[in-house]
């Protein structure tokens, strides 16, 4: 009887030690094939452009540019890269292949979502500006696409600034990521009642809102919003002042509230990337997050909240416009622009070859 019943077990471990095994390699698969994918769009997009047009879209990895990220207007802030505008139909068309490899279907609708509200905000500026232009959205790469090269790619305009980096296939870094919308609600015209960003939105107010009144004294940090987020769009952040309510302190629905919360935000990614940021976050131990949110807490408020883990830091304003403009951003404190991934592969390197070996 024993041994049948050490038989059993044996069985179900190993069972189980299989399935986890192809789990885990079913992930890295997924990792490797979207890594493929991305460098062949990224190369037919570059093979499909002029000789003017690579001089100003293409730059060497290591260009300080590559970490000269911001989602003002380009009249604000002068951009590299490639325009939209610029291209012709099988350009677009191959600029438009890589986006839909690069974003989720979701952050693709988002990101266009995002371009549209700019011919909203020309039609109701009174003074126009040259720069509401849904073209003037730009596509840089630094570096030789490749699998196993150094390589970004950096697809920006008003608020709108995502950032992929590529480590000689160790990983793929993919913040900072922004996205912004103004207006946060369209109150006039054929595109009246439009939310771009309305899930980030109400996600958070729905948890800000359940919280009891303990709950929300470690919660709501005071009753003015700031003007924008804290980090703006430095090149390098790290963790903001450590307030708030942590996850350890929420209820189960209040718990399921905030991670479905994350989990909008990752899902703007592919589906690989954004699962490796949720497991990191899993690995890191959900218990530390905290969410803190300053202002309103009714539609129509200025708000602000963030939601900070030991590694990561989300962050949300919307105060500018009478409350209807919405400026939302995703760091990572030691993976924007791929940091952590190129410590990791210099330190391989040391390891192997050892220090000062040329690679």
């Known amino acids: 009887m024993l041994d049948l019943l050490v038989h059993r077990l044996t069985r179900v471990f190993l069972i189980t030690a299989a399935a986890l095994l192809a789990q885990v390699t079913a992930a890295q ?20 452009l002029n000789n003017m047009q690579r001089n100003t879209g293409t730059y060497d990895f290591d260009d300080d540019d590559r970490f000269n990220w911001h989602f003002v207007p380009t009249g604000m802030h002068p951009r ?25 279907a979701k952050g693709y609708q988002k990101a266009e979502a995002v371009r549209g509200l700019e011919s909203i905000l020309a039609e109701i500026e009174v003074n126009g500006r040259f720069d509401r232009d849904p073209e003037l959205y730009f596509i840089t790469v630094f570096g030789t696409p490749g699998f ?7 697809y920006e305009g008003h608020h709108l600034a995502y950032n992929w980096t590529f480590v000689r296939g160790l990983g793929i870094a993919s913040s900072p990521q922004f996205f912004g919308s103004n207006p946060a609600e369209v109150r006039a015209g054929d595109k009246i009642g439009t939310r771009v960003l309305s899930a980030e939105e109400d996600i958070a107010r ?3 809102k359940s919280l009891s009144a303990p709950q929300s004294s470690q919660a709501i940090l005071g009753e003015e919003a700031p003007r924008d987020i804290f980090t703006a769009a430095e090149q390098e952040v790290g963790p903001l002042e450590n307030s708030g309510i942590s996850y ?14 994350i989990e909008e935000l990752a899902s ?8 490796e940021r949720l497991n990191i976050i899993r690995e890191e131990g959900l218990g530390d997050i905290k969410f803190a949110w300053i202002g309103g807490t009714e539609r129509g408020d200025a708000h602000y909240y963030r939601v900070q883990g030991p590694s990561f830091l989300i962050e949300y304003d919307n105060t500018q416009n009478n409350a209807n403009h919405i400026h939302l951003v995703w760091r990572d404190f030691a993976g924007d622009f791929g940091r952590d991934l190129i410590r990791m592969h210099y330190g391989a390197v040391a390891a192997e070859f ?6």
């Open 206 to 208: 729905d948890l800000v």
């Open 29 to 48: 698969q997924a990792r490797i094939d979207l890594t493929h994918d991305m460098v062949s769009a990224a190369n037919n997009f570059l093979q499909s």
């Open 268 to 275: 703007t990614q592919p589906e690989p990337i954004a699962e």
């Open 148 to 154: 196993d090269s150094n390589w970004a790619l950096r």
């Open 80 to 104: 590299k890269g490639v325009p939209l505008r610029s291209m012709n139909a099988d350009q677009r068309k191959a600029a438009e292949e890589l986006l839909q490899v690069f974003f989720s």
């Open 354 to 359: 050892g220090p000062g070996h040329n690679h």
């Open 248 to 261: 350890a302190d929420l209820n189960s629905q209040q718990k399921r509230i905030l991670v479905s919360l």
